[in-house]
């Protein structure tokens, strides 16, 4: 069974420009987690999606937004970067979410000048 | 409210000698732990996972983590270290009152001295 599948695994972008980045979840699971891993912050959740519907969010501000499709894969889109935006991009599924274990991709690392 | 607390940001053990990374966790309901490991530029990948069945839990690679309600801890341990463990490891707490919502540690990174 394939794992999850995140593209583009880099991205280099200046500051203003915006960013789709794209997260294939494994056949079957429903659920979509994103989250940013920097070295000052450590792991932070972004957003969870589940049936095309956001069911979580968190601390981030609006220019982060995300979205899934029938087929539960999910986009993540940044706007208006800036440069404290780079960081590695990890999106994680699950069956169903709750307590189910999380399955990771490699990420995306973004890299703004 | 769900937090977790790696204890050691960084440990050193050399080849073969056994590995303790230590977890606290804080929850307000009954939690569920994990364990992952990241190697560089890679994901995560999940070591093992506590969900109110047996409070020793058996993951891959030989690690196993023993879940103390008493103690709130979930430390993780290897009889033996391999160079192949030398990582970044996570501790995680979430539970079902809090949705889909994973709370990281903020890692433990192994280094493994041959």
């Known amino acids: 069974k394939a794992g999850v599948t995140q593209t583009p695994r880099y991205l280099i972008k200046t500051r203003g420009q915006q960013v789709t980045l794209s997260c294939s979840p494994i056949?079957?699971?429903?659920?979509v987690s994103w989250y940013q891993q920097t070295p000052g912050q450590g792991l932070q959740f972004l957003f969870e999606y589940f049936s095309e519907t956001q069911r979580n969010k968190g601390n981030f501000p609006g220019r982060f937004s995300g979205r899934q499709f029938s087929n539960s894969r999910s986009e993540m889109n940044v706007s208006t970067l800036e440069l404290g935006d780079s960081a590695l991009y990890l999106c994680?599924?699950?069956?169903?979410?709750?307590?189910?274990?999380?399955?990771f991709g490699d990420g995306t690392r973004l890299s703004i000048l | 409210a769900q937090s977790v607390t790696q204890l050691d940001s960084h440990v050193s053990v050399s080849e073969g000698t056994p590995v303790l990374l230590r977890c606290n966790y804080s929850s307000s309901y009954s939690p569920s732990l994990f364990w992952y490991v990241q190697h560089p530029n890679k994901g995560l990948q999940l070591l093992l996972k506590y969900t109110s069945a047996a409070t020793l839990v058996k993951g891959i690679n030989g690690f196993e983590a023993e879940f103390k309600k008493s103690e709130t801890s979930f430390h993780l341990t290897k009889p033996s270290a391999h160079m192949s463990d030398a990582a970044e490891y996570f501790c995680v707490v979430t539970s079902g009152n809090t949705g889909n919502q994973f709370y990281f540690g903020t890692g433990t990174s192994l280094t493994v001295i041959p």
């Open positions: 994680a599924s699950s069956l169903a979410g709750g307590v189910q274990p999380q399955h």
């Open positions: 056949s079957g699971h429903r659920s």
